[in-house]
């Protein structure tokens, strides 16, 4: 089954422009022969008040576009660079020199290291990776750059279809309780349960941010739609920008909705249709 669209405008247009927006950002991927060019790119951010994007990986000509703009951008370190990285400094420095040094006009808030490299067999090079990053960036005078990794949640997997109304934000009251916390969504369910993880090993003070999150418009037969993705996506925003979790009720965390377009180089089927807009 193959992706669809309602018409030729954004399959879903993130209202974003209202209070908290910057705490919402898109991810922006390349795998696709179809794509606008950059700059087209960088003025739908802006026209939709889109104020984070996420890069996967260095991209010379998406960096020049985001040059001078007002977008904070979180930019990847891909997975076959982990070794390299996590065994020299040298390395790191010159990473940080040809891929963040030369866009001086670039807000870079995040640099995200291995792409759920989490658990698999580069998980052990990810922590000195980061560490070795975030020395280069220190004696760049970056140190306002945050330093962080992907790790993957799979608990959607388990929460199909979607008439069970907890993955879609449109369950009318609590569905799990938990030590005396009420979920009404599995959105809330998932965060918590990585600061419940993160608390059992001392890191409990560790921030979290949303890395990729979203509904395929297209792709499975009765659990994709462009109604379903807007309706996940819309109350997702809606959500999250008033709202913390209910372990950490008053932490408004960056969210970032996958993905801005379709992308027909990817694997045929569903990840092929998280597109927000069309291209």
């Known amino acids: 089954m193959e992706c669809t669209h309602p018409s030729h405008h954004p399959i879903y247009p993130p209202s974003t422009k209202q209070k908290h927006a910057g705490s919402i950002g898109v991810n922006y991927g390349l795998n696709g022969d179809n794509l606008p060019i950059p700059a087209t790119v960088v003025q739908l951010f802006n026209s939709h008040g889109i104020q984070k994007l996420r890069l996967f990986a260095p991209n010379n000509q998406v960096q020049q576009a985001l040059e001078g703009t007002n977008i904070y951008v979180s930019l990847g370190v891909a997975n076959d660079d982990l070794a390299n990285l996590a065994g020299s400094q040298a390395a790191a420095n010159e990473w940080v020199g040809t891929n963040i040094l030369p866009f001086n006009k670039t807000l870079y808030q995040y640099v995200t290291v291995g792409n759920e490299a989490i658990p698999g067999p580069n998980s052990q090079q990810v922590a000195p990776a980061m560490r070795n990053i975030k020395t280069a960036l220190n004696s760049a005078g970056l140190s306002q750059i945050m330093v962080t990794t992907v790790i993957a949640d799979t608990a959607l997997s388990f929460s199909f279809p979607p008439s069970q109304e907890y993955a879609q934000f449109t369950a009318p009251g609590t569905v799990v309780h938990d030590h005396g916390l009420e979920y009404q969504n599995l959105f809330d369910a998932m965060v918590d349960a990585f600061y419940a993880a993160m608390e059992n090993v001392g890191g409990g003070s560790v921030g979290i ?47 970032f909705v996958f993905a801005m377009f379709n992308e027909n180089q990817k694997t045929p089927g569903v990840e092929q249709c998280f597109g927000l807009f069309l291209s």
């Open 209 to 255: 941010a949303v890395s990729e999150t979203g509904w395929p418009n297209g792709g499975q037969s009765g659990i994709t739609s462009p109604v379903l993705a807007e309706t996940y996506n819309q109350k997702l925003i809606d959500h999250v920008k008033n709202n913390g979790t209910p372990k950490r009720p008053s932490y408004v965390m960056d969210v």
